[in-house]
T-cell receptor, first 112, second 112 residues
Framework: DVKVTQSSRYLVKRTGEKVFLECVQD?????MFWYRQDPGLGLRLIYF???????EKGDIPEGYSVSREKKERFSLILESASTNQTSMYLC???????????FGEGSWLTVV | GENVEQHPSTLSVQEGDSAVIKCTYS??????FPWYKQELGKRPQLIID?????GEKKDQRIAVTLNKTAKHFSLHITETQPEDSAVYFC???????????FGTGTSLTVIP
């Protein structure tokens, strides 16, 4: 069974803080994704990575960066958190471009 | 890029009735269409998917139909049960690229 683990489920951060969201998958998947989920807006892609040290911008990359130093780990970084980044963040992975994606449990981030 | 529209945004049905959720997509090159179910506070989980070379797929009470000409696909749930209550997301993936494009979600409530 595919396991995508997000280490932090609930976080409260102050405006301007640097925030790290970590994601680990245990199935040797090539692709990893970070989505943001907001009511009425569905799932919007922030960044994805198709290989170690490779990344591509999604639809809403502004204010975010990512890091993939190891195949199993994909980190989302908020360089300077703002209140409009309060949201649910979902990490996901897929074996390849031909396969579906599997999601983590999500990280609820509140920026005050 | 691809644009996926999903309707309705909310749906209430009586237990035992059928529920239908519809999605349209814009990129005729999309060839893979998964559906995800997200229960409150949980991760989205794949419930059924269909590829562009198939017109219909069924798994027990759940079916998905695809009309490539009209560029729309639908999720059908028959004999609904209270445990079907959740948010359902459709998605489309173009044949080129790794990115999935999601609909905005349908909140289904099954009334006992």
């Amino acid at each position: 069974d595919v396991k995508v683990t997000q280490s932090s489920r609930y976080l409260v951060k102050r405006t301007g803080e640097k925030v790290f969201l970590e994601c680990v998958q245990d199935m040797d998947h090539e692709n990893m994704f970070w989505y943001r989920q907001d009511p009425g807006l569905g799932l919007r892609l922030i960044y994805f990575s198709y290989d170690v040290k490779m990344k591509e911008k999604g639809d809403i990359p502004e204010g975010y960066s990512v890091s993939r130093e190891k195949k199993e780990r994909f980190s989302l970084i908020l360089e300077s958190a703002s209140t409009n980044q309060t949201s649910m963040y979902l990490c996901a992975s897929s074996l390849s471009v031909l396969n579906t994606i599997y999601f983590g449990e999500g990280s609820w981030l509140t920026v005050v | 890029g691809e644009n996926v529209e999903q309707h309705p945004s909310t749906l209430s049905v009586q237990e035992g009735d059928s529920a239908v959720i519809k999605c349209t997509y814009s990129d005729s090159a999309s060839n893979y269409f998964p559906w995800y179910k997200q229960e409150l506070g949980k991760r989205p989980q794949l419930i059924i998917d269909i590829r562009s070379n198939v017109g219909e797929k069924k798994d027990q009470r759940i079916a998905v139909t695809l009309n490539k000409t009209a560029k729309h696909f639908s999720l059908h749930i028959t004999e609904t049960q209270p445990e079907d209550s959740a948010v359902y997301f459709c998605a489309a993936r173009p044949v080129t690229g790794n990115q999935f494009y999601f609909g905005t979600g349908t909140s289904l409530t099954v009334i006992p």
